[in-house]
């Protein structure tokens, strides 16, 4: 079954400090991987997307890796804002128009 | 620059009364999506539309209609909503029907929130 698993479900850091969340997939045929981030009433917005052949990859503060043999991805945070404050989604695309979702780490960024 | 627009962004109903909800872009994008997302849940797909061509996901209640009368719009109808129906539906888009296996990026919209009394 196409899974996709993320740890922690939620997270509390404060102001300044780095975190890494975790993607744990089961997808197959697995095509790319991607990270969102949804604030809180609002829609996904990209943060990363990587193919099979892409070990990691930036967007400002935000670094994703990707492990296609082990089947696992981490979003890292760098010097962590109030505003990095949201919901982190793991998304695998697989097959012919398969998104499989994760169900998402909630960051809470304390002061 | 809004690229998919919801309108409303909150919306009530009443149980069991029809209720619509649109979404456009102006992405120019030949694929359009409906998800579902209920609190603290991944956004689930309804269905999705590569031009004019309807794909509808098998485990979508026959509850829920789509349609999109040109690249712009599509409209999401939700035929006799139930308590069960309240969520935030996201619309998005892409350029290719194959996100799976291409990197073409699905843009998001802010969703509305359907509330059902």
Redesign the interface.
Known sequence: KNQVEQSPQSLIILEGKNCTLQCNYTVSPF??L?W?KQDT??????LT?M?FSENTKSNGRYTATLDADTKQSSLHITASQLSDSASY?CVV???????I????T?LAVHP | DAM?I?NPRYQVTQFGKPVTLSCSQTLNHNVMYWYQQKS??????LF?YYDKDF?NEADTPDNFQSRRPNTSFCFLDIRSPGLGDAA?Y?C?TSRD???????Y???????T?LTVT
Do not use: C, D
Request: glycine share 20%.
């Open positions: 095509s790319n991607r969102y009433g609002r829609g996904p917005v990209s997307i193919t989604i695309g697989g097959g012919y128009n398969k998104l979702f994760g169900a998402g909630r | 998919v919801q603290s849940q991944a956004p689930k797909l999705h794909n935030m996201l998005a029907s194959s996100p799976g296996t291409g990197a990026e699905q843009y998001f919209g802010p969703g929130r």
